[in-house]
């Protein structure tokens, strides 16, 4: 329950903690506070608030943001193979960094700190770009980064962002009612199925270290040292990995993640799960490439991209001719049939019920999972004791394409 001296600037289960209505308070009295889910949520200090309603007019949940319809979809990777390797998904993201550092202008990512807080910043110049690979699976927050690109599209500087559609949109609400000129701005969101606060995950590796004895100094979400298609979670001390779990292997963090249990209380409410999207052009995965038009290629480290907007399009051409990227047209149905995020906000399950109820009670992260996701961590032991993940390998490098997919069906109830 919110202290009487403060309100929330959006509902209690509206607010993405984009940033937006904190970066343009001119009196600086717009703050987060968790609620019992450890949800950010903005709110305003009544004692200080002039009511100049600027937080009412910039936030992009009280506000219509109108997007764009995907106009075309590539399958795409980086040329450079160590880019793609080391990268979440075929290294699309990286190379827009790195086209921008090339070009001379801002770029925005994010970044873990020494304590785990996960954040954007905005920098610019060559060999800076890299700080920003690999996929954060985290709510970050945006701090001053808004800010901070208005004042260098203001210098008429080129600006590349990229984040969650709710980040993107509340920075063009912010640009908009700030009267700032977009033009040299590319954004780029990325297909999102929620994410977890950022306490969390801090409570989750100080469990982690002091079960090991050790201090966490870097943290991986999708260690390329193990092939980042097998989305193993690592931490690291003095450059030596101490922990390491892929999704199946029962971390609990990865299983809050990806089965949609620990999200956001927003997340499951989500106005930017469907196909009219915030950016300039969009990234995901790219599960279904083939499903439609066969190609010699599966979705292993390979990025799917959407174009939503002329300048995104343009984008993409003149990287794919600087060879920045290789990347070929596939029909938008490989990506609108398999994506569900692009059509639906991730469903609250029974396990979140759990997980919600167990974390009142206990506020313990570890503990409200164990309880929560007890018959997905007994199914995960079951599939690796069967060897099933082995099977589907088979599976993918000789069944017939149609064969294949009956059988990964199958597969998929067992």
Not at 18 to 38: D, L, M, S, V
Not at 148 to 161: G, M, S, T
Request: with cysteine; net charge positive.
């Amino acid at each position: 329950m919110l202290d009487h001296e403060y309100k929330l600037v959006c509902g209690e289960n509206e607010c993405t903690a984009c940033g937006a209505c904190i970066q343009i308070c001119p009196k600086e009295c717009i703050t987060y506070q968790a609620n019992n889910h450890e949800t950010l949520r903005a709110v305003i200090n009544n004692k200080d608030c002039i009511g100049c309603n600027l937080c009412k007019k910039v936030c992009p949940q009280l506000n219509v943001i109108e997007g764009n319809k995907s106009k075309e979809c590539y399958a795409g990777w980086s040329n450079d193979n160590k880019i793609k390797l080391n990268s979440a998904s075929g290294g699309i993201a990286t190379e827009l960094y790195k086209y921008y550092a090339d070009i001379k202008g801002y770029y925005a990512g994010v970044l873990v700190d020494e304590s785990m807080q996960v954040s954007y910043k905005l920098v610019s110049g060559k060999e800076k770009y890299n700080i920003f690979q690999n996929s954060k699976y985290v709510h970050s927050d945006t701090k001053d980064v808004f800010k901070n690109i208005a004042e260098v599209l203001k210098r008429d500087n080129k600006v590349l962002f990229i984040g969650l559609p709710c980040q993107v949109a509340g920075l063009q609400r912010y640009l908009q009612v700030k009267k700032i000129d977009d033009t040299q701005l590319m954004t780029v969101d990325l297909v999102c199925h929620g994410t977890t606060p950022n306490k969390f995950l801090i409570e989750h590796i100080k469990f982690i270290e002091q079960k090991k004895n050790k201090n966490a100094q870097e943290l991986r979400f999708r260690d390329p040292n193990y092939g980042t298609q097998y989305f193993v979670f690592s931490l690291y001390e003095n450059n030596r990995v101490f922990y390491h779990k892929r999704v199946n292997r029962n971390d609990y963090y990865q299983i809050g993640y990806h089965s949609g249990i620990s999200y956001r209380d927003n997340c499951y409410t989500c106005k930017y799960a469907t196909n009219t999207r915030m950016g300039d052009m969009s990234l995901a995965d790219f599960s279904g490439v083939g499903s439609i038009d066969p190609c010699s290629y599966t979705g292993r480290n390979v990025s799917c991209i959407l174009i939503n907007t002329d300048k995104g399009k343009e984008l993409i051409a003149n990287m794919k001719a600087d060879d920045y990227i290789y990347c070929e047209s596939r029909p938008i149905e490989e990506e609108l049939n398999t994506e569900g995020q692009l059509h639906r906000p991730t469903a609250v399950t029974n396990e979140r019920k759990i997980f919600l109820h167990s974390y009142e009670l206990q506020k313990s992260f570890e503990l409200a999972m164990k309880e929560a996701g007890k018959k997905i961590c007994i199914k995960n032991e079951l599939k690796y004791f069967l060897c099933i993940e082995k099977i589907k390998n088979v599976i993918s490098c000789y069944m017939p394409s149609n064969v294949k997919k009956l059988i990964k069906r199958m597969l998929k109830r067992a």
